[in-house]
T-cell receptor, first 114, second 113 residues
């Protein structure tokens, strides 16, 4: 099955700087790559996703890049704020099929310091 | 705004007991899931249920079984709990299989003594 590696596991940045999280996957058939944010004591929530027909997607301060050849994708948070502090999970899946499964990375704990 | 509801919030039990967790979604979605999130925050899919088809993660022990009465409900039963079952169990739903946002419930925290 699909394996998703996520690095770093812990990331500490200063407010106003950028934060980058990198993920890699194994299944070349994977075509959907969401990112979830989980705040302490809360459930994971989707913040941005990208499909294999795109290389870049931006929603406000969130940028996702996808390199299908290298089987890598990344999340970049520009101008980080203390409210960005949370666990971030990348994930990968293929659309449809009976063996659909969303595989999550191990998570990155982001801390934004004032 | 909560649209995926889970009960109970917490459950403490002893090894060997049977437990059941409930999940209901009001989003009209066709697909529901159960995930296990351990103390290191690892998120692992346990089951997917879509159009009466159950997809099981092959690593899930057989003491776990999902139960669905309709597409808005997916419960989880654990026949004889083990200490390693202590975790947060997250229910989620999505409009369909593959390529859709998944909406997570608040989770049920299970502690096995």
């Amino acid at each position: 099955g699909e394996q998703v590696e996520q690095l770093p596991s812990i990331l500490r940045v200063q407010e106003g700087s950028s934060a980058s999280i990198n993920c890699s996957y194994e299944d070349s058939a994977s075509n959907y790559f969401p990112w979830y944010k989980q705040e302490p004591g809360e459930n994971p929530k989707l913040i941005i996703d990208i499909r294999s027909n795109m290389e870049r997607k931006q929603i406000q301060e969130l940028i996702v890049l996808l390199d299908k050849k290298a089987k890598r994708f990344s999340l970049h948070i520009t101008d980080t704020q203390p409210g960005d502090s949370a666990m971030y999970f990348c994930a990968a899946s293929r659309s449809g099929g009976s063996n659909y499964k969303l595989t999550f990375g191990k998570g990155t704990l982001l801390t934004v310091t004032p | 705004e909560t649209a995926v509801f889970q009960t109970p919030n917490y459950h403490v039990t002893q090894v060997g007991n049977e437990v059941s967790f409930n999940c209901k979604q009001t989003l009209g979605h066709d697909t529901m899931y159960w995930y296990k999130q351990d103390s290191k925050k690892l998120l692992k899919i346990m089951f997917s249920y879509n159009n009466k088809q159950l997809i099981v993660n092959e690593t899930v022990p057989r003491r776990f079984s999902p139960q669905s009465s309709d597409k808005a409900h997916l419960n989880l039963r654990i026949k004889s709990v083990e200490p390693e079952d202590s975790a947060v169990y997250l229910c989620a739903s999505s409009p369909g299989l593959g390529g859709y946002e998944q909406y997570f419930g608040p989770g049920t925290r299970l502690t096995v003594l």
